[in-house]
């Protein structure tokens, strides 16, 4: 389960996918936390929510801080939310909120240790984002963008700004063709088979 809620109709031990979620799939009631780090409910963008996985001891996680805190606060004024999302293990509710004080971070957060919510929307490393529109539908599986080419390997700037590009067109109106690109990042622990 994840640690910021038990969630209505998920059995205690849970059955994770043998495939993730697909890009352009709907996401199943009861796939994603509807309550925060803090106990309060989250609030889901009108037009998309971002859902971005981090951690504060990645330090490509580290390095995209400001660009997310740019990026989500004039995401929230177009109609899309910006959720982050804990995922390693060992992350206390205490340490998140040192991350979001410590990088300017005035994001929701959930604690989500365990691979069953990366299993469920296929993350495999941090950061990473996944954008679902209003309808629940996986519209971006990826990085925010090209800025890293490996750990501790960049091209410089970014020259492709995949988030901000596909935002930017959510908040416009404009129709998104669902996509997926790869995260550079922390590897998370690969996902189990269910039995």
Not at 84 to 92: N, S
Not at 136 to 153: E, P, V
């Amino acid at each position: 389960m994840f640690a910021a809620t038990a969630l209505p109709g998920c059995a205690s031990q849970p059955q994770i996918p043998a495939q993730p979620c697909a890009i352009g799939a709907v996401v199943q009631s009861g796939v994603l936390p509807t309550v925060s780090g803090d106990g309060s409910s989250l609030c889901l963008g009108s037009k998309a929510t971002v859902w971005y996985f981090t951690g504060p001891e990645c330090p490509i996680a580290r390095s995209y801080a400001p660009d997310v805190a740019r990026l989500s606060e004039a995401d929230r004024a177009r109609g899309i939310e910006w959720i982050m999302v804990f995922p390693e293990d060992g992350i206390t509710k205490d340490l998140a909120n040192t991350f979001r004080a410590d990088y300017a971070l005035p994001l929701p957060f959930v604690l989500a240790p365990g691979d069953e919510l990366c299993c469920d929307l296929g993350v495999k490393s941090i950061p990473s984002v996944v954008v679902i529109d209003a309808r629940g539908q996986i519209i971006y599986r990826g990085r925010i963008d090209n800025r890293y080419r490996g750990i501790g390997t960049t091209f410089g700037p970014p020259s492709e700004h995949d988030l901000r590009a596909l935002t930017d067109a959510i908040a416009a109106g404009q129709p998104v063709t669902p996509r997926e690109t790869t995260a550079v990042g922390c590897i998370l622990a690969p996902c189990e088979t269910p039995p």
